[in-house]
């Protein structure tokens, strides 16, 4: 059970680039999301999905897209990379969005130039 | 808008003492939940505790417990007899109604031998 995985580890991009970040659980969790982290502030939710062929935006969307075509992935896709961009992405998975914990995965940090 | 706030930047303690850390929010909602996650150094979160807002009980986990006061919409984290450990980043954060999690700034709690 590998829990919740994220590639890449780090990545560095240059300003315009699109790249897409992964997500995979294997919990058959149906709640998952993506959070971004920058320095002295907590998580800021970009996009989550309460089950297949749902998706929704969080707080922060703008700049990405997400898919949900299967339970277990979750890919967040940068469509044109800003500096602004650049952050510790972490994808999180739970069984449902309320009555369970949320396991985090170990997180991408990317950096735009 | 929703919003958590987690005064202490930082706070540090000798090991073994007992530490609390603050943390207020602003809601609306009658229902909702709390938790506190905690970072360390390997930047992957980890639940530390949750907290049902309809429950009027505070929860309680080993070592850890909070002290949840609706009205007040304060929702602060115990910590007994500290531990090396413990050190790490810790963050409150608040669930609503849409799911979304919303994530204070963090507090920097570091144990001292």
């Known amino acids: 059970n590998a829990g919740v995985t994220q590639t890449p580890k780090f990545q560095v991009l240059k300003t315009g680039q699109s790249m897409t970040l992964q997500c995979a659980q294997d919990?058959?969790?149906?709640?998952m999301s993506w959070y971004r982290q920058d320095p002295g502030m907590g998580l800021r939710l970009i996009h989550y999905?309460?089950?297949?062929?749902?998706?929704d935006q969080g707080e922060v969307p703008n700049g990405y897209n997400v898919s949900r075509s299967t339970t277990e992935d979750f890919p967040l896709r940068l469509l044109s990379a800003a500096p602004s961009q650049t952050s510790v992405y972490f994808c999180?998975?739970?069984?449902?969005?309320?009555?369970?914990?949320?396991?985090f995965g170990p997180g991408t940090r990317l950096l735009v130039l | 808008a929703q919003t958590v706030t987690q005064s202490q930047p930082e706070m540090s303690v000798q090991e073994a003492e007992t530490v609390t850390l603050s943390c207020t929010y602003d809601?609306?909602?009658?229902?909702?939940?709390l938790f506190w996650y905690k970072q360390p150094p390997s930047r992957q979160m980890i639940l530390v505790i949750r907290?049902?807002?309809?429950k009027q009980q505070n929860a309680t986990e080993n070592r850890f417990s909070v002290n949840f006061q609706k009205a007040a919409k304060s929702f602060s984290l115990k910590i007994s007899d500290s531990q090396l450990g413990d050190t790490a980043m810790y963050f409150c954060?608040?669930?609503?109604?849409?799911?979304?999690?919303?994530w204070g700034a963090g507090t920097k709690l570091i144990i001292k031998p």
């Open positions: 999180a998975s739970s069984l449902g969005p309320r009555q369970e914990t949320q396991y």
């Open positions: 919990m058959n969790h149906e709640y």
């Open positions: 999905s309460v089950g297949a062929g749902i998706t």
């Open positions: 809601t609306s909602e009658s229902n909702y939940y």
């Open positions: 907290q049902e807002a309809y």
């Open positions: 954060a608040f669930m609503d109604s849409n799911y979304q999690l919303i």
